[in-house]
């Protein structure tokens, strides 16, 4: 083994009387030839981009380039996001390394840059430091978006009219639509199977509307999903029934244009389901 002296050797000057006169103090520093020396590699560890409270591991291993064994009292990162796993300490022989394993484990949404320092015995540089990077993420998440509501107009009685309600999926994880609901006797959901939609993308859900009374209809379509800023998020539907008065005849070939610009019956204007019906004259009967 290596070792440092400090030696301490007292000059005695005077008349070289044992004991007496003046003296002076020298001071006396020895080692032996053989020490160890501590080095690490690499230099800087990136650990990249990770998500928060995800683990990621890198390695980095201390050699002794030295003559004689190289003492590793402790292994410690300058920022707790870092983590040492097992034993911070170790015994080199000279010629031989070691490694640690780090992990990186984000707990904020910023830039870990820190220092590892690994202390040893190396008399010429006593501290050796690795450079640490790395970068937290936020944990994604699903988010929803549907438009406000689907208005169908005027439908028939006795007929159908399907509209398409676009869900969005506006945020960076998987959304997973679980359940479809709709209420509103005159209105349904084409199909209520659950489905998973890719971040950034979109799913059509067709939603019908079939009157069977005249008059203003409502209702709404609720959609449950794991979506992190609405579990639960609806749809208004509106649309109006009317009875059809007229039968459409066959087209006759002949191009015509008809522009309506307003019309009152008895002084009293259409209303919504109101019908008009237009003939064609025919001084013949």
């Given at each position: 083994?290596?070792?440092?002296?400090?030696?301490?050797?007292?000059?005695?000057?005077?008349?070289?009387?044992?004991?007496?006169?003046?003296?002076?103090?020298?001071t006396l520093a020895a080692s032996t030839t053989e020490f160890p020396v501590a080095s690490a590699s690499p230099a800087s560890i990136d650990f990249g981009d990770h998500i928060l409270n995800s683990t990621t591991s890198q390695s980095v291993t201390v050699a002794n380039t030295g003559d004689a064994p190289l003492t590793i009292s402790l292994v410690t990162p300058?920022?707790?996001?870092?983590?040492?796993?097992?034993?911070?300490?170790?015994?080199?022989?000279?010629?031989?390394?070691?490694?640690?394993?780090?992990?990186?484990?984000?707990?904020?949404?910023?830039?870990?840059?820190?220092?590892?320092?690994?202390?040893?015995?190396?008399?010429?540089?006593?501290?050796?430091?690795?450079?640490?990077?790395?970068?937290?993420?936020?944990?994604?998440?699903?988010?929803?978006?549907?438009?406000?509501?689907l208005d169908f107009g005027a439908v028939t009685l006795g007929q159908s009219q399907e509209l398409l309600l676009s869900v969005f999926n506006t945020g960076s994880a998987d959304l997973t639509v679980s359940s479809l609901s709709v209420s509103g006797d005159a209105f349904a959901v084409g199909d209520t199977v659950?489905?998973?939609?890719?971040?950034?993308?979109?799913?059509?859900?067709?939603?019908?509307?079939?009157?069977?009374?005249?008059?203003?209809?409502?209702?709404?379509?609720?959609i449950s999903s794991d979506a992190d800023n609405?579990?639960?998020?609806?749809?208004?539907?509106?649309?109006?029934g009317?009875?059809?008065?007229?039968?459409?005849?066959?087209?006759t070939g002949v191009p015509y244009a008809i522009v309506v610009d307003s019309i009152t019956v008895d002084e009293v204007p259409l209303s919504i389901g109101d019908q008009v019906a237009v003939f064609e004259f025919d001084e013949n009967t």
């Open positions: 083994t290596w070792q440092m002296l400090d030696p301490a050797m007292q000059v005695v000057f005077g008349d070289g009387n044992f004991g007496t006169g003046s003296y002076g103090v020298v300058s920022d707790n996001q870092y983590a040492v796993v097992g034993d911070a300490s170790a015994i080199i022989a000279a010629g031989a390394s070691a490694a640690f394993t780090l992990n990186y484990t984000p707990t904020q949404e910023s830039p870990a840059n820190a220092v590892l320092s690994i202390y040893s015995d190396d008399p010429q540089n006593p501290i050796t430091t690795v450079e640490l990077i790395g970068q937290g993420l936020p944990i994604p998440v699903a988010t929803i978006s549907v438009p406000a509501g659950a489905f998973s939609i890719d971040p950034g993308s979109e799913a059509n859900i067709t939603v019908a509307f079939a009157p069977s009374e005249s008059g203003f209809a409502s209702g709404q379509v609720t609405a579990p639960q998020i609806t749809a208004a539907l509106s649309g109006y009317y009875e059809d008065y007229f039968n459409s005849v066959a087209p």
